[in-house]
């Protein structure tokens, strides 16, 4: 499918590559933006989904390559995580097209309301001062058992997955919060990639658009991520919370309503 963009058209898609990457540079759910705004140029469902994962894989790869160039990331302490979230993803990017996802659809947003109820209860939910600048890996059934669900749900469904990665690391690592969204960020490229591989395979990925909104969320990313590690857990926190309630909205209004 050959899609024919005017001017405008371009310049939408540049505008809110720009906030999608930005949001998902600090907390994720950038695909709130990115996804509706393919569909509403008369991309197919998921010719949508696969073009979004590859503006998504360049705005999720800045934002990861700048919490490591903070020294936010330390990618040798996650090897395992990263093995389990490409095998994770995969899986997941296949049974999309083998299973039914109604059930999750009414699932996911109970899911998130309960990740909103602790992030909001639990104020080290996100990390607090006693969290420790991690010295060594996480430990390697954490990482792999982590790193298999979360990435199988990106490949499967994804929203939220920013806030899922975010939350599960603080908690499982106690990480503080910089680190846990260098962690997430690092963790949603991979999967991002891993699904990609598939869309591809399955010709679900409209290039000359997801080269330019990729483009555009790349940047987007890099003011984002510069703009959560300037200003922390004050900025962070509340922008997380806008986002997730987002989120739950959205999934709820699309399966119950």
């Not at 999750?104 to 602790?118: D, F, N, Q």
């Not at 992030?119 to 600048?133: F, H, I, K, R, Y």
Request: include cysteine; charged fraction near 5%; glycine fraction near 12%.
């Amino acid at each position: 499918m050959e899609l024919l963009l005017t001017p405008g058209d371009w310049a939408l898609l540049a505008g809110l590559g720009l906030i999608a990457g930005f949001i998902d540079a600090v907390v994720g759910g950038g695909g709130l933006l990115s996804i509706p705004a393919l569909l509403t140029l008369g991309l197919p469902p998921h010719l949508a989904l696969g073009t979004n994962k590859l503006a998504a894989c360049f705005g999720s790869s800045m934002a990861a390559f700048t919490y490591y160039h903070q020294r936010l990331f330390t990618p040798a302490f996650w090897y395992h995580a990263f093995i389990a979230t490409f095998i994770g993803a995969v899986a997941g990017s296949g049974l999309v097209y083998l299973i039914d996802n109604l059930w999750l659809e009414k699932l996911l947003p109970l899911l998130i309301i309960a990740i909103a109820l602790y992030t909001l209860l639990n104020p080290a939910a996100m990390g607090n001062a006693q969290s420790l600048t991690p010295s060594k890996p996480g430990a390697k059934p954490t990482q792999w058992l982590q790193g298999l669900a979360l990435g199988g749900y990106d490949g499967f469904a994804g929203p939220g997955i920013g806030a899922f990665w975010t939350v599960s690391s603080a908690r499982l690592y106690r990480l503080p919060l910089l680190h846990s969204c260098g962690l997430a960020r690092a963790m949603t490229f991979t999967s991002n990639l891993s699904a990609l591989l598939i869309f591809s395979l399955l010709g679900q990925v409209q290039l000359h658009v997801g080269l330019w909104l990729g483009l555009c969320m790349m940047l987007g990313s890099f003011i984002g991520a510069h703009t959560a590690i300037k200003f922390g857990l004050p900025f962070i926190r509340p922008l997380f919370m806008l986002m997730v309630m987002l989120i739950t909205a959205k999934l709820i209004w699309s399966a119950w309503f």
